[in-house]
């Protein structure tokens, strides 16, 4: 954060950021549609990295209100993705535990 203060301050964006519902809602919808969550643990034998798969959450049937939702009650946040001195695009960010709320259909293995 001091490095962002530095070097561009720590006001208000300008231009400020903004994205209407209707490209939220196309976007989220296309990329969140369907989703699978995988749990796994992992450990190196002789160099090469193993995963064990523990677990798997099926998610179906995105829904945009629980998107919006879960902006308002800080779910998820936007992430202004520059931190190596160059800009790596914006992106939204949901808490790890949180992506099961984002959907109506769960299944989990």
Not at 35 to 53: N, P, Q, V
Not at 65 to 80: R, W
Not at 93 to 100: A, H, S
Request: charged fraction near 30%; proline fraction near 3%; hydrophobic fraction near 35%.
């Amino acid at each position: 954060m001091k490095s962002v203060e530095e070097r561009v301050g720590l006001g208000e964006l300008n231009p400020q950021p903004y994205w209407g519902f209707t490209d939220l809602f196309h976007k989220a919808g296309t990329k969140l549609k369907n989703c699978f969550y995988l749990k796994a643990e992992r450990k190196r034998i002789s160099g090469r990295e193993h995963f064990w798969y523990k677990e798997i959450t099926i998610l179906s049937e995105f829904n945009f209100d629980k998107f919006l939702s879960a902006i308002e009650q800080g779910f998820i946040y936007v992430d202004f993705d520059a931190r190596t001195g160059h800009n790596h695009g914006t992106k939204f960010r949901l808490k790890q535990d949180k992506l099961p709320y984002l959907y109506g259909e769960i299944q989990q293995y």
